[in-house]
T-cell receptor
Framework: AQSVAQPEDQVNVAEGNPLTVKCTYSVSGNPYLFWYVQYPNRGLQFLLKYITGDNLVKGSYGFEAEFNKSQTSFHLKKPSALVSDSALYFC????????????FGAGTTVTVRA | DTGVSQNPRHKITKRGQNVTFRCDPI?????LYWYRQTLGQGPEFLTYFQNEAQLEKSRLLSDRFSAERPKGSFSTLEIQRTEQGDSAMYLC?????????????????FGPGTRLTVT
């Protein structure tokens, strides 16, 4: 069965500093990996995905993520964080070809201070 | 198109009552998913529709839960005889058309959710 771990419940950074949100996964097949962001009282918004190809994936709002097969990781990064990036971030995996549903991590709360 | 919509946004009910939630997916999307999210957790898969066919149900979906998508457009999720443990955010998502292989790479678009409180 597939699973996702987000080892940090909270990440705090100063505005302008680099932001990293960690994610590791476990699958029996090949992973399709996704990052979503959730703002208060709103649904999850898609940020980016890794399907195949280049290990560095670029997404919305200046975010990017690096797929590392040997470390089974898919960390989300932003070179310069904004206060408006403060939100709840979820990593999700789909285990290919065994399954099509998304399995989510528990989420990481990001707080960017001015 | 304004994305996935869900109604109601909030529902407070007494234990033992039945509740029904509605999800309207993005119009051209033929796949629809229901998830449940509790505080401090990520969304957990409940069930999945391709057009009107319900293709999978999670073990989380007890006999008190039923979901339908009668015409392959909107979907309803009903909970009978609600229990306090049913209190959660119920999320609906949809994804675009494609072959069985293609759609695996598609992201899911989520609605704002229905927050259920059972007292």
């Amino acid at each position: 069965a597939q699973s996702v771990a987000q080892p940090e419940d909270q990440v705090n950074v100063a505005e302008g500093n680099p932001l990293t949100v960690k994610c590791t996964y476990s699958v029996s097949g090949n992973p399709y990996l996704f990052w979503y962001v959730q703002y208060p009282n709103r649904g999850l918004q898609f940020l980016l995905k890794y399907i195949t190809g280049d290990n560095l994936v670029k997404g919305s709002y200046g975010f990017e993520a690096e797929f590392n097969k040997s470390q089974t990781s898919f960390h989300l990064k932003k070179p310069s964080a904004l206060v408006s990036d403060s939100a709840l971030y979820f990593c999700a995996v789909r285990d290919i070809p065994n399954d099509y549903k998304l399995s989510f991590g528990a989420g990481t709360t990001v707080t960017v201070r001015a | 198109d304004t994305g996935v919509s869900q109604n109601p946004r909030h529902k407070i009910t007494k234990r033992g009552q039945n509740v029904t939630f509605r999800c309207d997916p993005i119009s051209e999307h033929n796949r629809l998913y229901w998830y449940r999210q509790t505080l401090g957790q990520g969304p957990e898969f409940l069930t999945y529709f391709q057009n009107e066919a319900q293709l999978e149900k999670s073990r989380l979906l007890s006999d008190r839960f039923s979901a339908e998508r009668p015409k392959g457009s909107f979907s309803t999720l009903e909970i009978q005889r609600t229990e306090q443990g049913d209190s959660a955010m119920y999320l609906c998502a949809s994804s675009d058309r494609g072959t069985s292989e293609q759609h695996l790479s598609y992201e899911q678009y989520f609605g704002p959710g229905t927050r259920l409180t059972v007292t």
